[in-house]
């Protein structure tokens, strides 16, 4: 199978993985969101240990060792997708699938005008419209929802910081989320021993199959995480970028199919209206991608003509 196809199939996995966690997180009650996200956490470090052993890749550690600024980054990496999890995990367990979709669609158009604000670039008219239908489809759902649809936003808005921060770190997937869970586990673990003191946590009290259910979500979490890496290196990033539509199409589904959300004619415009802003969002990168890549060949045949 060549490379690019195996790149697309490893991005459809990861992405549809990450769709379809709304299922998954429900069938952990009576767990708390908060007991829930201890265990993600510690149970993450365990899986993705597993794996880099069977990899027999542990030569990362000692440059990272080396580099303060990097583990400084991985921890500030650790703390925003701990609010990120946190929130979504609450979201779905709490009926609100949809909005937490609708935040997973926003976020490119927010990682755009992080781009704008933060690395101070300059954004092309069509990028501008997108975001422009972006903020009209979250006044149209402020109206819907009678608040403003913060799930969404917080969702959106630590999603993108925790990829700016990724980004600006430079390290490989497994080997951050190895870094990230590290920082994570003794908050994890005092919390789920105070649950214990209490009486309160559920792991083993509820059952045999539902503490499996909690130490799955470290398999979970790491599995799709090293689909899409292995994805990010075999295919373009525009094709990451239309790939990623996957995740919140499926969670909107479990959303109004599975869990019955309701979905008002208001609800439905607003969707909408974030869903023509994403079509002209993808249609300005593909186009420019596509530019890019004619100019490239020019290049390269100027030499030959000459």
Known sequence: ?????????????????WGLFPLYWPLLKPSSALEILAHRMAWSLVAVVAILAVRRHWSWIREIARTPRKIGLLALAALIITVNWGVYIYAVNTGHVVESALGYFINPLVSVLFGVFLLKERLRPLQWA???LGAAAVVVLTLDYGRLPWI??????????????????????????AVETLVLLLPALGYLGYLTQQG???????????????????VITAVPLICFSAAAIRVPLTTIGLLQYIAPVLQFLCGVFVAHEVMPPSRWAGFAIVWLALSVFTYD???TARAAQAARRAERLEPAAA
Do not use: D
């Open 130 to 132: 997108a975001v422009g």
């Open 200 to 218: 309160t946590g559920t792991f083993g009290s509820a059952g045999a199959g539902h503490a499996l259910l909690l130490a799955g979500a470290g």
């Open 1 to 17: 199978m060549p490379e690019s196809r195996r790149g697309v199939l490893y991005g459809i996995a990861a992405y549809s993985m």
């Open 152 to 177: 969404a936003m917080v969702l959106a808005a630590s999603f993108g910081t925790y990829g700016l921060v990724k980004k600006t770190a430079q390290v490989g997937a497994a080997e951050s989320m």
């Open 285 to 287: 990168s593909l186009r």
